[in-house]
Antibody
Framework: EVQLVESGGGLIQPGGSLRLSCAAS????????MSWVRQAPGKGLEWVSV???????YYADSVKGRFTISRDNSKNTFYLHMHSLRAEDTAVYYC??????????WGQGTLVTVS | DIQMTQSPSSLSASVGDRVTITCRAS??????LNWYHQKPGKAPKLLIY???SLQSGVPSRFSGTGSGTDFTLTISSLQPEDFATYYC?????????FGQGTRLEI
C-alpha cells in the first residue's frame, strides 16, 4: 500500500528557513515523479515543485530561487527546502506521487505558518 | 501557464441529485484533465484521470467527459460522503495548474 507521510512544518518567522520531509512506503521514490502542492488557508490548490525520477526538478514561479526539492533514495524520502520564507508561503504542504502529471497519492499534509 | 476555470464556484444539492461541474482550459489540453475532491481537513483524492478514466476504488457514480478545452464531472446520484470541494487539474504541460474549486454543499 502506498503511503506518504509529511513532517517538518511549524511556525517560522519571515525570512527564515524550513525543511519539509515526505517519507514514502509501498513504492520507491526514485522510480516515480514526486511533487509538492500547497494550499493556503481557505484557498485552492497550488502546485509548488516536482522532481523527476532522473533528478530533473521544476518549480512554480512563486517559489523559484527560494525552494529546493531533493530526494534521499536510501531513506525513500524526499524533501522541500524552503528559504526566505514569506507570509504568503503560509499553507498546508502536501507531497504527492505524480504519475503522468496526475497526483495519484497524497500525504496528509503539514502546516507551515510564516509569521 | 494554462488557466483552468471551474463553474459553478459553489453548488447546493440534495442526496440523490445528479450534479455536473464544468472545467474550462485556456487552451487545448487534449484529454489531460484530472478531477479531485477534498473534504475539510483532508488531502485531495484523485477521482478521474485523463478526462474520463475512473481511478481505482472510486464509485461508478462519478464520471468525466470532455476533450480540448471543455470538461465535465458528473455525479449521477449524490451520496452524503460526496459533499466536498471539487478541483480540476490539467496534466498537459508544466506547470500543473488547478481550477479554483467548486464547493458542493448540502
Amino acid at each position: 500500500e502506498v503511503q506518504l507521510v509529511e513532517s517538518g512544518g511549524g511556525l517560522i518567522q519571515p525570512g527564515g528557513s524550513l525543511r519539509l520531509s515526505c517519507a514514502a512506503s509501498g513504492f520507491t521514490v526514485s522510480s516515480d515523479y514526486m511533487s509538492w502542492v500547497r494550499q493556503a488557508p481557505g484557498k485552492g490548490l497550488e502546485w509548488v515543485s516536482v522532481i523527476y525520477s532522473d533528478g530533473t526538478t521544476y518549480y512554480a514561479d512563486s517559489v523559484k530561487g527560494r525552494f529546493t526539492i531533493s530526494r534521499d533514495n536510501s531513506k525513500n524520502t524526499f524533501y522541500l527546502h524552503m528559504h526566505s520564507l514569506r507570509a504568503e508561503d503560509t499553507a498546508v504542504y502536501y507531497c504527492a506521487t505524480t504519475s503522468n502529471w496526475r497526483l495519484d497519492y497524497w500525504g496528509q499534509g503539514t502546516l507551515v505558518t510564516v509569521s | 501557464d494554462i488557466q483552468m476555470t471551474q463553474s459553478p464556484s459553489s453548488l447546493s444539492a440534495s442526496v440523490g441529485d445528479r450534479v455536473t461541474i464544468t472545467c474550462r482550459a485556456s487552451q487545448s489540453i487534449s484529454s489531460y484533465l484530472n478531477w479531485y475532491h477534498q473534504k475539510p481537513g483532508k488531502a485531495p483524492k484523485l477521482l478521474i484521470y485523463d478526462a474520463s478514466s475512473l481511478q481505482s476504488g472510486v464509485p461508478s457514480r462519478f464520471s468525466g467527459t470532455g476533450s480540448g478545452t471543455d470538461f465535465t464531472l458528473t455525479i449521477s446520484s449524490l451520496q452524503p460522503e460526496d459533499f466536498a470541494t471539487y478541483y480540476c487539474q490539467q496534466s498537459y504541460s508544466n506547470p500543473i495548474t488547478f481550477g479554483q474549486g467548486t464547493r458542493l454543499e448540502i
